[in-house]
Structures are given as structure tokens and as C-alpha cells.
């Protein structure tokens, strides 16, 4: 059982930074690919960014390409996303999901091919 614990949300105004952290307990966190998605209220959870195991390749969604930077560090077992220029549009829940899979897409952009997750970091965007 792999428990994931964000951190790093918080209130920012429009064109601000915020850098998010995702810790996992599992000593074999380099086996696991890792995303981030988030849910805004009344909205389906949406994948956001994702590195896989290995050779850390970086998946994004369109809307925050060139604005989001996902990495990791498997020495500390941690993945981060670093979220510049900032948009009342990014305001939601953050979550953190780990996965066996490796550098496959789609399967990396999907809820369902996730099988751990954390509770979530709030994020809000001002005008």
C-alpha cells in the first residue's frame, strides 16, 4: 500500500506561482510512474501532468503546457509540479496518483490506471 501526501496549495493571484510536493512512503517509489490531476467543483477529475518510471518522460495536458513543469526525485521520493502563470481557470483540488505502468499513453493520462492516490491540495486562483 503506497500513501501519498500533497502539499504546497494554497490562494495566489492570477499570474502567481505555486509549487506543489507529493511524498510517498513506499521504498519503491521509483517503480511507479507518477501524475497529477485535479478536480474543480462540479467537475470530473482531470489529469493534469505525468513523469513516468525510468527514463522520467513528462506528459501534459494542453491547457497547461509551457505553464506546469512536472519532475521527480526518487532519492527522496517525491514528485513536484511547479504551476507558473497561474489562472483563475486552475483553481481545484490537486491530487497526486502513482502507477505501475511505464511510459504508455494513453494509459498515463487515464483516472482508472492509477491505483494509488492522495487526499488532495486546494489551489485557488484570484482575479
Known amino acids: 500500500q503506497v500513501q501519498l501526501v500533497e502539499s504546497g496549495g494554497g490562494l495566489v493571484q492570477a499570474g502567481g506561482s505555486l509549487r506543489l510536493s507529493c511524498v510517498a512512503s513506499d521504498r519503491t517509489f521509483s517503480r511507479y510512474s507518477m501524475a497529477w490531476f485535479r478536480q474543480a467543483p462540479g467537475k470530473e477529475r482531470e489529469f493534469v501532468a505525468a513523469?513516468?518510471?525510468?527514463?522520467?518522460?513528462?506528459y501534459y495536458e494542453d491547457s497547461v503546457k509551457g505553464r506546469f513543469t512536472i519532475s521527480r526525485d526518487d532519492a527522496s521520493n517525491t514528485v513536484m509540479l511547479q504551476m507558473d502563470s497561474l489562472k483563475p481557470e486552475d483553481t481545484a483540488v490537486y491530487h497526486c496518483?502513482?502507477?505501475?505502468?511505464?511510459?504508455?499513453?494513453?494509459?498515463?493520462?487515464?483516472?482508472?490506471?492509477?491505483?494509488?492516490w492522495g487526499q488532495g491540495t486546494q489551489v485557488t486562483v484570484s482575479e
Open positions: 513523469v513516468s518510471r525510468g527514463e522520467a518522460k513528462t
Open positions: 496518483a502513482a502507477t505501475g505502468y511505464g511510459s504508455v499513453w494513453p494509459h498515463l493520462g487515464r483516472t482508472g490506471s492509477y491505483s494509488y
